[in-house]
């Protein structure tokens, strides 16, 4: 009798797998709960438990067949084919089949292994399907905006990211050229996508991007940026640019093209300011041996309090498993805000703190001594601006040469960049909000305007020239 209840509970088991029930409409979100009932998510696992014994059950059948020629899942007439036997034995026998499988079953060695396969299919993520993406496309649709012909993500109700394309994007709050977006406001409310919590989700966690329904491209995260100018990196290509979205219909972050993509914890950051702005301390760091280190310091003379060498052990008591933790630490911290650093050098722990300099700090000069009050205010005045972007003109206006690469060949040693700090084998990124790639680019910026803020970088150091 034991033996004949087991039998019907597993068929009621494998009478619930082969129930072909919808996973979709982008509702799969693993271990998730609400309001103390389980959704569909832990009903889909549920399913794939059921098909993992299913799978069990047919595994331990096909030994048992090849070991008795017949199994029972043949119905009389096969087995009387399969056999010789008559009609009338063969269906007598059927049912012995199934009742000796079943005593099979109730072995020690299969009870385990059923187990162990119910739990890992309670672990495993059920695989999205077009429907959930189509679902979360759709529920998402109100966000994505057209912005002079680009593709917008609405990440605020008045802000829209515009990832750079081929149609230049002229009304824009600013422009980042490390994640390569424009910052658009809205005039009107937008419905802005919810975003997920980088750190809070794994690799493994499924992802996908949707330009039009049931045209879709999916797969994981290969790997996260770990410093400023990097990007997070999807298994698979986008052919363009969208919204990268979890199965729960969250914003994981906007691809930018091949298999690049901006993460949302960057979003967050990007939506927070008007300027560009990154946290910094003027040192580079590194990853050796498990360890974090100091790589190098600003040449400018920021972050003197960091030396070369320097072995981090905590910043606010907190402490990191991954250089790109400590870099985000730094780069996502609130402007004027001071950094408790405990580092080790040499044979001594040093506790002290270190002001996070924002950019605007970063864009201003010193403040004039007396001898150059006189330079300084006839350089506040309007200047003549040379109407075309001849390359003397334009360069002697600012006291810098650049190559065809953007670096700089020479400095005038009276000029304001001289003074600043500005290098011959400096390479000019950014003119105003605007990153340049040619020569010819830059000297047309620089024509327009004589007051700008001109972006340099030197040995992995970025920093702001406030060219007047």
């Known amino acids: 009798m034991k033996r004949a209840a087991f039998?019907?509970?597993?068929?009621?088991?494998?009478?619930?797998?082969?129930?072909?029930?919808?996973?979709?409409?982008?509702?799969?979100?693993?271990?998730?709960k609400q309001n103390g009932s389980v959704n569909s998510a832990t009903f889909a696992s549920q399913i794939c438990a059921a098909r993992a014994v299913k799978s069990a059950v047919n595994l331990s059948s096909n030994s048992r067949a090849r070991s008795v020629k017949y199994d029972a899942s043949l119905n009389p007439r096969e087995i009387s084919q399969k056999t010789g036997l008559s009609?009338?034995?063969?269906?007598?026998?059927?049912?012995?089949?199934?009742?000796?499988?079943?005593?099979?079953?109730?072995?020690?060695?299969?009870?385990?292994f059923v187990i162990c396969a119910f739990a890992a299919s309670l672990r495993a993520e059920p695989r999205p399907t077009q429907d959930d993406f189509n679902a979360c496309f759709e529920k998402n649709l109100p966000a994505m905006v057209n912005v002079a012909g680009n593709g917008g993500i609405a990440i605020a109700p008045n802000l829209i990211a515009v990832p750079k394309g081929e149609i230049p994007v002229k009304n824009y709050v600013k422009f980042d050229p490390y994640l390569g977006l424009y910052l658009v406001a809205s005039d009107v409310k937008l419905e802005p996508m919810k975003m997920s919590d980088d750190n809070a989700t794994k690799k493994s966690d499924w992802v996908s991007v949707t330009r039009d329904l049931n045209v879709t491209v999916y797969g994981h995260v290969k790997s996260q940026a770990q410093a400023l100018g990097e990007l997070d990196v999807l298994t698979f290509d986008v052919n363009g640019t969208g919204a990268v979205l979890s199965p729960c219909c969250k914003l994981r972050g906007i691809a930018v093209g091949g298999d690049k993509f901006v993460p949302s914890r960057y979003l967050r950051h990007f939506a927070a300011y008007k300027d560009v702005y990154y946290g910094d301390v003027g040192a580079v760091f590194e990853e050796k041996d498990g360890k974090l280190y100091v790589k190098s310091v600003d040449p400018l003379g920021r972050g003197a309090a960091l030396m070369v060498g320097d072995e981090i052990l905590s910043v606010n008591g907190e402490k990191f498993e991954s250089l790109r933790e400590l870099n985000e630490r730094i780069l996502f911290a609130k402007k004027g805000e001071r950094l408790k650093f405990e580092i080790k050098r040499g044979d001594e722990v040093l506790k002290f703190g270190v002001a996070v300099s924002d950019d605007a700090a970063k864009k201003e000069q010193k403040a004039p001594t007396k001898a150059d009050k006189k330079a300084v205010s006839s350089d506040a005045k309007p200047q003549s601006i040379p109407q075309s972007s001849d390359a003397e003109s334009v360069q002697k206006l600012y006291g810098i040469t650049f190559d065809e690469k953007l670096t700089v060949k020479s400095v005038d040693a009276s000029s304001g960049a001289a003074k600043f700090g500005v290098r011959v084998g400096d390479k000019l990124i950014q003119v105003g909000q605007k990153a340049v790639s040619s020569r010819k680019e830059a000297l047309s910026l620089l024509a327009k305007s004589g007051g700008q803020n001109l972006l340099f970088r030197r040995n992995g150091f970025d920093f702001f020239y406030n060219a007047r």
């Open 87 to 112: 009609a009338k034995i063969a269906t007598n026998l059927a049912p012995n089949l199934t009742a000796n499988l079943a005593r099979k079953f109730c072995s020690p060695v299969f009870v385990v």
């Open 7 to 32: 039998s019907r509970r597993l068929d009621a088991v494998l009478g619930l797998a082969r129930v072909n029930l919808p996973l979709g409409r982008g509702r799969i979100c693993a271990a998730y």
